[in-house]
C-alpha cells in the first residue's frame, strides 16, 4: 500500500512569510509525528497527534510554529514569520495505534530553505 | 530524558568488509530501541527494532543488531558490507509509554570504498 507522502518536497521561501506543509499517513494508522531533521540539531521530536486526544506540543521550538490534523488523517504543519534557522528538512511518521510496539513510518521529507 | 549517543560521525569500509555501527542509549526503564537508515534525499527506512526478547535481532538488508542491557549498547552489525549500503545510519529510543516518541542519535555516515 502507499507509504506516508509530504508535499511539497522543497519550499523555498522569504524570511517572514508563512509557511504550510502537509502530510498525509499510511491510511488507517491513528498516531502522526513531526520531527525536524538540521545539521546543528540532528532529527529532532516536534509534535505528537493520536486519535482524538490533545496532541503533544512539547518539542515545537516556538510559538511561531503549530500544527493540527484534520479529520485524524491529514495534517499541516505551519510555521509563521520564518527564520533561517527553520531552514530544515521536516520529516512526518505514522504509526499504527493498535497495540504498542508499532514502527513508524517516515515519509520523504519537505526541505525548507528560508533565504 | 533518554538519549543516544552514536559515537563515530563518519567510518569508512572497503566493500565487503564486516561493519560495526555504535550505539548506547540512556533511558530509565526497558528501551524500545531502533536503528533506521536515511540515502541522500530520502526518508528513514526501518531496519530493525528491538522490544524484547532476543537480545539479537535481525533486520533487512542483511543486518543484525544487539542489545546489551550492561552496556547500554545497541550495536548494528553486518558482515560484508555492499556499495549500496553508503548511507546515513541513525540509533534511536522511544518511549514504552505515553507518546512513543523517538529520540535519535545524531547519526553516522558510512562511505563504502571498492
Known amino acids: 500500500g502507499a507509504g506516508v507522502s509530504q508535499s511539497p518536497s522543497n519550499k523555498v521561501t522569504e524570511k517572514g512569510k508563512d509557511v504550510e506543509l502537509r502530510c498525509d499517513p499510511i491510511?488507517?494508522?491513528?498516531?502522526l509525528y513531526w520531527y525536524r531533521q538540521s545539521l546543528g540539531q540532528g532529527l529532532e521530536f516536534l509534535i505528537y497527534?493520536?486519535?482524538?486526544?490533545?496532541?503533544?506540543k512539547s518539542g515545537l521550538p516556538s510559538d511561531r510554529f503549530s500544527a493540527e490534523r484534520t479529520g485524524g488523517s491529514v495534517s499541516t504543519l505551519t510555521i509563521q514569520r520564518t527564520q533561517q534557522e527553520d531552514s530544515a528538512v521536516y520529516l512526518c511518521?505514522?504509526?499504527?495505534?493498535?497495540?504498542?510496539?508499532?514502527?513508524?513510518?517516515f515519509g520523504p521529507g519537505t526541505r525548507l530553505l528560508v533565504l | 530524558a533518554q538519549s543516544v549517543t552514536q559515537p563515530d560521525i563518519h567510518i569508512t569500509v572497503s566493500e565487503g568488509a564486516s561493519l560495526e555501527l555504535r550505539c548506547n542509549y540512556s533511558?530509565?526503564?526497558?528501551?524500545?530501541l531502533f536503528w533506521y537508515v536515511q540515502s541522500p534525499g530520502q526518508g528513514l527506512q526501518l531496519l530493525l527494532k528491538?522490544?524484547?526478547?532476543?537480545?539479537l535481532v535481525q533486520g533487512i538488508k542483511g543486518f543484525e543488531a544487539e542489545f546489551k542491557r550492561s552496556q547500554s549498547s545497541f550495536n548494528l552489525r553486518k558482515p560484508s558490507v555492499h556499495w549500496s549500503d553508503a548511507a546515513e545510519y541513525f540509533c534511536?529510543?522511544?518511549?514504552?509509554?505515553?507518546?512513543?516518541?523517538?529520540?535519535f542519535g545524531t547519526g553516522t555516515r558510512l562511505t563504502i570504498i571498492p
Open positions: 511518521a505514522s504509526r499504527g495505534g493498535g497495540a504498542r510496539q508499532e514502527t513508524q513510518y
Open positions: 491510511s488507517g494508522h491513528t498516531a
Open positions: 497527534f493520536q486519535g482524538n486526544s490533545a496532541p503533544d
Open positions: 533511558y530509565g526503564a526497558t528501551p524500545y
Open positions: 528491538y522490544f524484547s526478547g532476543d537480545t
Open positions: 534511536a529510543v522511544g518511549a514504552a509509554f505515553g507518546n512513543e516518541k523517538l529520540t
